[in-house]
Structures are given as structure tokens and as C-alpha cells.
């Protein structure tokens, strides 16, 4: 395989039925797979082999499916490019020299080079709808808590959801269905039928948009590229042409969202990343001498450069001094961007915005520029930070560049998303 | 400059942070159990190991503990709760961060009333919080400094802990001893401990030393004052007895340093229980910055319904004074009987079946003395309270003599482990049937002409060295007043 997607090729056979039998669905690699390593896309990892499933892993087991490998990523899913994996960048397989989109690159270059069915990325300021949108594949990020993240490797565990990737929005719908519900193991999950919904997403992958109001955030074209905003409009146009309305609308607060979402992610990160000692797994420092120098030369080897540049600026941003100046600054933001989000919602029933503002950059064009790739986050990193569901579906026909439309919803509003985005793709 | 100051004009001010081991069948936040184990890193799953991709949730088992102590010392307990993330890196810790609680704990603003000779305090706590367990390290070869490796156990590790900790409100060593023992009948009695696990209670103190002038009247000294003085706080101490040692000695070593016009320094200090000194930590640590933020695993805990759900047992004091009214105890007695839970429910028991008096005498005198001499505990016995209730039966159907019953079945009991009714067949103290013991009595008479003659000749004394010649012939089998009226018969006849 050319465009390198896998870190491991293996294959986890599911049970005979289910929902999912005779189908294929590759798995990002920081999802936890009994017996088969899962690396995070890091050095550090690179021999770790979990002993234990993660609830998506027996879900999809119990739904039949075959797992035909662990995608590649951007180091602990920190990126947009899936270039800081230490595994060597994945070539974008409808756009080859170009970036697959990140940190989910691999998962979705393997639904896009037909690799297989389905994926499942995560989604932490935009890892699987950035992907999806470079790779022209659907995407969908879940309300934060309809997906169990038991097994999922923390990056910025406030945030992130494990979500699917498919060709149509209605199979990335199929796949929602078996991920979904509550989980004992993780005490954040809720179960959708107490917010209002189901769980038969797929069925409402029926195109129906008669009707549907979309509400557009000016602030969310303003910097996009004019390509970009063209494909944008004329998928609106399509929309509308079906019987849909749209009205712009302001979220003053979204100007914030990737600083804010950068100093909470960072934050979290560097005390989920804090397990990674060399003591009981992973890259190990020794065992000799002092162990604080043990651990540090563990980390000191084992993380990529943008680990440890988020490590330290997110250490830097908790500490005694800064802690009010940054962390809970972002805080109050998150607070108020979540605000702006349920006051536009309740004057549309979904949000429209591009996925990314940029079409896929080329192959080692933005690893020297770190704030290039952070600003690309601009119109994903909001929907996290609202816990609210997104999805990203592939629109325009132009073959060179692929471009994404994001939709976004209400919490526990996926059915809302599928419908509409079902309209598209 | 510390002013040269006269030893009396001196008064001690101390605070505590006491870690506490709830007793919950499953960690905090996760499955496994909290039982020891012997061999090390087997009670452990994913979670406590703190695995990539492991999440935790909350035990409820924990909560509801903590609630109890929460009402128990008549505390606040929140609408919400949260737990946080303390982080620092340390090889025990397998997340290299420790779940806790730390703006908003499940109980603020409580307090806790003890005796210190015979006077009532009141202690304020400030607040109490559930947090997780590390790991523990042995150190191999040496100490944490000299060993040659050291190996993690991770057993431990996931632990539900409650730290409470108090206002600076202790004027002595004696009333920390004090609060800790009353703080462990509590939470005895909340069946939230268990005194007897290893480091199940783990003190930290604060103490300082301050003019005496600055206590008011109340008791309650300025926080300014308080800030002002140096203080040193004391770790490694591990139960109320130590406590009031490593407290004695450090106010002591304080007072010295002050007398003799030095500064106490602001530091660490490790008790040393075996040299029975505290000794400088040394390490000049500076302010740690844990990085506190709030644990996103977990959601805020709506507590303020479980607090009027939970119920707690009818605590010590309650206890004590009802045991004085409804059965006519001796503050004494009552004092006794309710040390413990268990003391308190099995005295009730036999209470019940037999006779309030009686019961206090065998389980509060007899049970109790026998098992202080043997530096035993209640707990040493749990299994066998049907023996002993069968015992009190022997006294009370008069099958055998209390002094018997005493002296031979009960201690028997303890240092043999037989059941009573072996230790009466096997020694022969079934009372004595009466043709024996006046067999013994004529026996008696015939071998002791010269007490015979000193009785009828008016020595009363006599009897009694008769009385005792009739018990060793019956093994002590027979009632002392029964012989003592039949020898009376027998020598007036
Ligand atoms: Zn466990």
C-alpha cells in the first residue's frame, strides 16, 4: 500500500452475524485492541499491546465486524495533517501529495482509497471531520457522551468522542448505531433516549430537507479560502433547491474557540499524557539512578516534537500564576461559546459552516508552522468545545481538492444531522 | 529575632490531616477488590493500573461512606460535588496524577466533640474529602535513599481514602489523642474502618508554638498570629497513640528552640516511632503546585438527595447515655460497654437474654479485663460470642461458680481456645452434688480437731480456714456460703 494508512495490518475477526457482518472497519490506532498493539501513532507506544478491548472494539465485534487493521495518526492526535505521526505520513488517496487531514489521516484514507467500509477516527477539536472533509468522506463527531470512550487513549478527554467515517452518510449512520449508548465503564456516557432521540440513526438517512432551517455563522466563512466558500454556497444553493432555508447568524464568542480550545486541550493533555513514565508500559527510561530522571528520559525519547510542545504549554497554562490568567479564562469561554451555540440553535435546526477552511495542504507544508495548522481548526474546535454533534459530508465536484460542508445540531440532534447531511452524500 | 521567652508563657496550636481507609468491598474507582492480598500487583485491573484508555467511575459504595462520616460530625454536605486532579509525579502513582476532591468536597464545616480529663472540646473540621490510594513501594535493601531498587505494588493502589482535616484547634497533645480515639469509635461505629487493617489511619500534623497570651479565653487564637508563627508539619504518624508522642515531643523540641532564643523552622519533619523522636526531612521542598483542575472522567455527583436517604446508626454518645438510663449502668460501666460497636451490640445482646447486671459484670469486668491483660481486642473473639454468651448461661443457671467460671472456663477460653463446656467437663466443675460435699465436711472435721476446737472455744475465724480445707477437697466445685452453713450444722451437732 502506497499511501501508508496502517500502522499494524492484522485481522480481528467479529462474530458470524450482526448488523456489521461481511464488513470491514478500520480502526484508529489510539483505540485500545486486546492483544493487537495500539501505539497512538508514538515512539513511546510503539510496543504497547493492550490487554483489554475497548467498548467500541466489542461492539463491533458483537455487530460483526472484521477489523483489518489500526490507522495511522497524528501523534496522540495532535495534529491536523496526520504528518506528526512517528510512523511516517499517510499520502491522501483523492488528493495524492496532499495531506489526508488529521488526526484520524488514516482512517479516513482508508474508507477514500477504498481500503475499507468504514472507520473509526476520534474526534478531539476535529480529528475525524477534517480528515473526512480532505479526504471527500463523511464524518461525524457525537454528542460528547453518546459514545463510550472506555479504551480511547486520552488526548483531552473533556472533549474527545470516537466517532465514524464512511463513504455516505448513511453507512457512517450504520456504524453510529453499533458505537452507540451507554457504558458502565465510562461515567460520562448518557443514553440518548432520555435527550429526545433514538438510536435508529440509520433510517433517517432519508434526504429530506423540506423544511429544514439552516442557520450559517458569518464568522465561521470570514478567512475561509474562496474556493472553499464557493463549494460551500453552491451545496447551500442545493440545499435550499430541495426545499431548505437559510439565515445568517453571529457567534461573536467563536472568535475564541481555537485559543480557548488549544489552552483546554493542552491542559488536559499534559495530565493524561502524565502516565507515560516508562514504568509499566511504553518507552522506559531505565531503571537506574534517580527515577525523576527516568521518567523524563522515557519522555524525553518516547514523545514527538508537538507532543511535548503541547506537554509543556499545557503544564505551563495549569500552573499556580497562569492557572486564572489561562485555564480558566478558556473555561469561561467554553462556557460562552456553549451559550452562543444554544442561542443560534434555537433559531435554526442546524448550523452550516465549511468543515475546514482550507483545502488539503500539501504534503510537509505546515510541519514547520505550528499556528498554520492550529488556525486550520478555526470551524472545528467549537462544536467540541459545545459537546455538541457535527457532521462533515463531502460536497462540490471539482476532483482536485475535496471540500467539506459541517453540520451541526443540538445535543443528542445526530438523527438531525443524518437527515440533512443525507441530502448531500 | 525569636524573643528568649519563659516555657510558661508558651502555648501549643496544632492542626491534623488524617487519612482514613474506608471500608468498601470494591476501590473507588474501580472493581477490584480492597482486600489484602499476598502476593503483590493481583488485586488490579486496568483502571487502577492507570492502562492507556482505562477510565474511572465513581464507586457509589464510597460516597455513601463518606456521607455518613459527613452527618456523623454534623458537616455541610453540597449540592454537588467534584473531584479534581492533583498532579505530581511519583512511582507509586500509575497515573502520575491522584484523583481527589478539591474546591468542592463532600463535607465542609464540621466538628467533633471529645473528652480531655473529663472536659468537653470541640473540635472544628474544616473539611473532609475522598480521594484515591497510590500504590505502595518497597524499598529494597535500604530506605527510599539507599535501597538498591525498589518494586511497586499496586495492590493498594485505587483505595478509597477520606482526608479530614481539622482547624488548628488543638492546645495539646492529649486532646489530639483524644479526638483520634473518638474519631476511630466513630467511624467504627459508622462501620466505615477498620481499625485493625494496616495503615487503614495515616495523621499528618501541623503544630506551632505561640505566645500564650494570644489565646483568647475561647480558646480561639487571631489567624494572623497563627500565620505569623513557623510551623512544622510532622508525617508518618499512624495511630492516636503515636500521635500524642511525635506531638509531646515536637512541641517540646519547639518550646526548647524558643527558650533558648531560636527560630523554629519552617519544615518537615518525619516521626521516627521506633527512636521516638521527630527527625528534619531535610529536603528543602519548595511550594508544590499540584496543577489542580477538575476531573473530566467523572461528572459532578449530585449528593444533596443522598444525604436525606442515609442513614446512620445511633453513634457512641447517644449510645452511652441511653445504656445508663435504660439499664441503670455506672457511667463507668456504660463507658466501657460502648468502646466499641461490637462491645456495644454484643453487651446488648446478652443484656436481652440474661440480666442487664450481670451482663455488664461479665462483658465489661470479666470479657473485657481478660482480654486488656492478653492484649487482645474484641475483634479477637467476634467468632465465638455464642461461647462466651454460653459461659454467662453457666453462671447464671448456677451449673457452675462464678469463681470457677472466671478463674478457670473464661481464661481457658482465651488462652486455649476450648469452649466452655469442654473446659467444665475436662476439669471436673460441675457443682458438686451435696453428699460429696458433706462428705468433704465430715472429712474436714475429722482431719482438723484443733480448728474444731478453736470454733467451739469461740474463734470465729476458724470456720473460714474449714470452709477452705471442704473447697480444696471439692476443687472449688462447691458454693463457699453452702459449706460454710453445713460445717455450722455439722460442728454444732
Ligand atoms: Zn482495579
Known amino acids: 500500500m502506497s499511501e501508508n494508512i496502517y500502522i499494524t495490518e492484522t485481522t480481528i475477526e467479529g462474530d458470524e452475524d450482526g448488523p456489521l457482518a461481511g464488513r470491514t472497519v478500520a480502526v484508529k490506532d489510539n483505540i485500545s485492541t486486546e492483544g493487537v498493539r495500539t501505539t497512538c501513532g508514538s515512539a513511546m507506544l510503539e510496543e504497547y499491546v493492550p490487554p483489554y478491548d475497548g467498548t467500541v472494539i466489542e461492539r463491533l465485534k458483537a455487530a460483526g465486524a472484521t477489523i483489518p487493521g489500526k490507522t495511522n495518526m497524528d501523534e496522540f492526535g495532535m495534529g491536523t495533517t496526520t504528518e506528526t505521526s512517528a510512523f511516517g505520513s499517510t499520502d491522501n488517496p483523492a488528493a495524492p501529495g496532499h495531506v489526508p487531514g488529521g488526526s484520524s489521516g488514516g482512517s479516513a484514507a482508508a474508507v477514500a482509497a477504498g481500503e475499507a467500509d468504514l472507520a473509526l477516527g476520534t474526534d478531539t477539536g476535529g480529528s475525524v471531520r477534517c480528515p473526512a472533509a480532505f479526504c471527500g468522506v463523511v464524518g461525524i463527531k457525537p454528542t460528547y457522551g453518546l459514545v463510550s470512550r472506555y479504551g480511547l487513549i486520552a488526548y483531552a478527554n473533556s472533549l474527545e468522542q470516537i466517532g465514524p467515517l464512511a463513504p455516505s452518510v448513511e453507512e457512517a449512520a450504520e456504524l453510529l448505531e453499533v458505537i452507540a449508548g451507554p457504558d458502565e465503564r465510562d461515567g460520562t456516557t448518557r443514553d440518548a433516549t432520555d435527550h429526545g432521540s433514538d438510536y435508529e440513526y440509520a433510517e433517517a438517512a432519508d434526504g429530506d430537507v423540506d423544511g429544514l432551517e439552516i442557520g450559517v455563522p458569518t464568522e465561521l466563512l470570514d478567512g475561509a479560502d474562496d474556493r472553499v466558500v464557493d463549494q460551500f454556497w453552491n451545496a447551500i444553493d442545493d440545499l435550499e433547491a430541495r426545499g431548505a432555508s437559510y439565515h445568517e447568524v453571529s457567534l461573536p464568542s467563536l472568535e475564541h474557540a481555537v485559543e480557548a480550545y488549544y489552552v483546554i486541550a493542552m491542559s488536559e493533555a499534559s495530565s493524561n499524557l502524565a502516565r507515560f513514565d516508562g514504568v509499566r508500559y511504553g518507552t522506559s527510561g531505565g531503571y537506574d539512578g534517580n527515577w525523576n530522571e527516568a521518567f523524563a528520559a522515557a519522555r524525553e525519547e518516547g514523545f514527538g516534537e508537538e507532543v511535548k510542545r503541547r506537554i509543556l504549554l499545557g503544564t505551563y497554562a495549569l500552573s499556580a500564576g497562569y492557572h486564572d490568567k489561562y485555564y480558566k479564562k478558556a473555561q469561561d469561554a467554553r462556557a460562552w461559546i456553549q451559550q452562543d451555540f444554544d442561542e443560534a440553535l434555537s433559531e435554526a435546526d442546524v448550523l452550516a459552516s ?3 477552511p482550507v483545502t488539503p495542504f500539501e504534503l510537509g507544508e505546515s510541519l514547520d508552522d505550528p499556528m498554520k495548522m492550529y488556525l486550520a481548526d478555526a470551524n472545528t474546535t467549537p462544536v467540541n468545545l459545545a459537546n455538541l454533534p457535527a457532521i462533515s459530508v463531502p460536497v462540490g465536484d471539482d476532483p482536485g481538492l475535496p471540500v467539506g460542508l459541517q453540520l451541526v445540531g443540538p445535543a443528542f440532534g445526530e438523527k438531525r444531522l443524518i437527515r440533512a447531511g443525507s441530502a448531500l452524500a | 529575632m525569636a524573643q528568649v521567652q519563659e516555657r510558661s508563657d508558651l502555648a501549643v496550636v496544632i492542626g491534623l490531616e488524617v487519612h482514613v481507609q474506608l471500608e468498601t468491598e470494591t476501590k473507588i474507582f474501580c472493581g477490584c477488590s480492597t482486600e489484602p492480598a499476598a502476593e503483590p500487583n493481583t488485586r488490579t485491573c486496568p483502571v487502577c493500573l492507570g492502562l492507556p484508555g482505562a477510565l474511572p467511575v465513581l464507586n457509589e459504595g464510597a460516597v455513601e461512606a463518606a456521607v455518613k462520616v459527613g452527618k456523623a460530625i454534623d458537616a455541610d454536605i453540597p449540592e454537588t460535588t467534584e473531584f479534581h486532579r492533583k498532579n505530581y509525579y511519583y512511582p507509586d502513582l ?7 476532591q478539591y474546591d468542592s468536597p463532600i463535607c465542609q464545616d464540621g466538628e467533633l466533640e471529645c473528652t480531655v480529663e473529663g472536659e468537653r472540646r470541640t473540635i472544628g473540621i474544616e473539611r473532609a474529602h475522598l480521594e484515591e490510594d497510590p500504590g505502595s513501594l518497597a524499598h529494597q535493601g535500604g530506605s527510599i535513599d539507599t535501597a538498591e531498587y525498589t518494586l511497586v505494588d499496586y495492590n493498594r493502589a485505587g483505595t478509597p481514602l477520606m482526608e479530614i482535616v481539622t482547624e488548628p484547634d488543638f492546645r495539646g497533645a492529649a486532646e489530639v489523642r483524644a479526638f483520634l480515639a473518638k474519631l476511630e469509635e466513630v467511624l467504627e461505629y459508622l462501620g ?7 495503615g487503614s489511619l495515616r495523621i499528618d500534623a501541623n503544630l506551632s508554638v505561640v505566645d500564650a497570651d494570644e489565646i483568647g479565653a475561647d480558646g480561639e487564637i487571631d489567624e494572623a498570629v497563627l500565620e505569623g ?23 517540646q523540641r519547639q518550646k526548647n528552640a524558643v527558650e533558648r532564643g531560636r527560630e523554629v523552622e519552617q519544615e518537615t519533619r518525619h516521626w521516627d516511632e521506633s527512636r521516638g523522636i521527630t527527625v528534619s526531612m531535610r529536603s528543602k521542598e519548595e511550594e508544590k503546585d499540584y496543577r489542580y483542575f477538575r476531573e473530566a472522567d467523572i461528572p459532578p455527583l449530585q449528593v444533596s438527595d443522598w444525604k436525606e436517604e442515609i442513614e446512620i446508626p445511633e453513634l457512641p454518645d447517644a449510645r452511652r447515655e441511653r445504656f445508663q438510663s435504660e439499664y441503670g449502668l455506672s457511667e463507668e460501666a456504660a463507658d466501657k460497654l460502648t468502646s466499641t460497636k461490637q462491645v456495644a451490640d454484643f453487651y446488648e445482646s446478652v443484656a436481652e437474654a440474661f440480666d442487664p447486671d450481670l451482663a455488664a459484670t461479665w462483658v465489661a469486668d470479666e470479657l473485657l479485663g481478660e482480654l486488656n491483660y492478653r492484649d487482645m481486642a ?15 448461661e453457666l453462671v447464671d443457671d448456677e451449673e457452675i461458680t462464678v469463681k470457677n467460671a472466671r478463674e478457670t472456663v473464661l481464661r481457658s477460653m482465651l488462652d486455649d481456645g476450648d469452649d466452655p463446656d469442654t473446659i467444665v467437663d475436662r476439669e471436673g466443675l460441675g457443682k458438686t452434688s451435696g453428699d460429696e460435699v458433706q462428705a468433704a465436711v465430715e472429712e474436714a472435721i475429722e482431719e482438723n480437731p484443733d480448728a474444731v476446737e478453736d470454733y467451739h472455744s469461740g474463734e470465729d475465724g476458724a470456720i473460714n480456714f474449714l470452709v477452705g480445707q471442704v473447697m480444696q477437697k471439692t476443687g472449688g466445685s462447691a458454693d ?12 454444732e451437732e
Open chain 1, 354 to 356: 465549511p468543515t475546514m
Open chain 2, 94 to 100: 500509575p497515573k502520575n496524577f491522584q484523583i481527589t
Open chain 2, 192 to 198: 466505615v474502618f477498620d481499625p485493625e487493617r494496616d
Open chain 2, 229 to 251: 508563627a513557623n510551623r512544622t508539619e510532622v508525617k508518618n504518624i499512624s495511630s492516636h497513640k503515636g500521635a500524642e508522642k511525635a506531638l509531646a515531643y515536637e512541641a
Open chain 2, 378 to 392: 474484641i475483634t479477637d473473639i467476634e467468632e465465638r460470642f455464642d461461647e462466651v454468651e454460653r459461659l454467662i
Open chain 2, 480 to 491: 463457699p456460703g453452702d459449706v460454710n452453713g453445713l460445717l455450722r450444722e455439722a460442728l
